[in-house]
């Protein structure tokens, strides 16, 4: 009997205390000229990418757009919910940066119970014929599957980001560049939500 008269006390303490604390003076839109710390992209598949040239090209097609962007050297997290790992944060700090966006080359298929954005490919999946590709080139051509680049945007001070979105990536017949268009239309999309007001 004691224990829920205790409970619902301490509920009301802590509403009591919470709502006398400051709030959070971060505007929930991000605001424009605003800076931007790009994390190295993380390859969470096992796909074949150099994550820092698609960190690179990310990095330069932001900067195409107008928007402050810089490079950072912490890597983009490994887990599936995409977040800020400790390491984003202290170097984004040190940068003065406003937001991080991290990104994350993901194949569907490892994560099978996650929700599956429907796919539509028309002309069926492109042969890799590259020769650097292990799997392809001499031995002739390796059907690929889709593959997807998540990214999140996320306003320095906050948990929840602004923009969390995933991309699906049909493979190019040269594996080393399948993942370069995707950085272009993740730069597109993050630099229209910064100018959003």
Known sequence: MRLPRFAVLCSLVFQAVASTMPQDEVPP?????????????????????????????????????????????????????????????EEAKQKECDYVLVSQIRDPRQQPLEPQLPEISIGGRVPSVDASDPLGGSSGPVYRENLQVAFALFRIGRFKPVLDTVLLE?????????????????ANRVGHELKKH
């Open 29 to 89: 839109q991000p605001k424009s000229g605003a800076k931007v710390c790009v994390a190295t992209v993380g390859n969470a598949s096992t796909a074949p990418a150099i994550v820092e040239r698609l960190t690179e090209r990310l990095t330069r097609s932001l900067k195409q757009n107008k928007i402050n962007a810089v490079t950072m050297d912490s890597r983009t997290t490994d887990k599936h919910q995409l977040e800020l790992s400790s390491n984003n944060g």
């Open 170 to 186: 049909r493979p190019s017949a040269n594996v080393s560049d399948t993942f370069l268009p995707a950085m272009d239309h993740e």
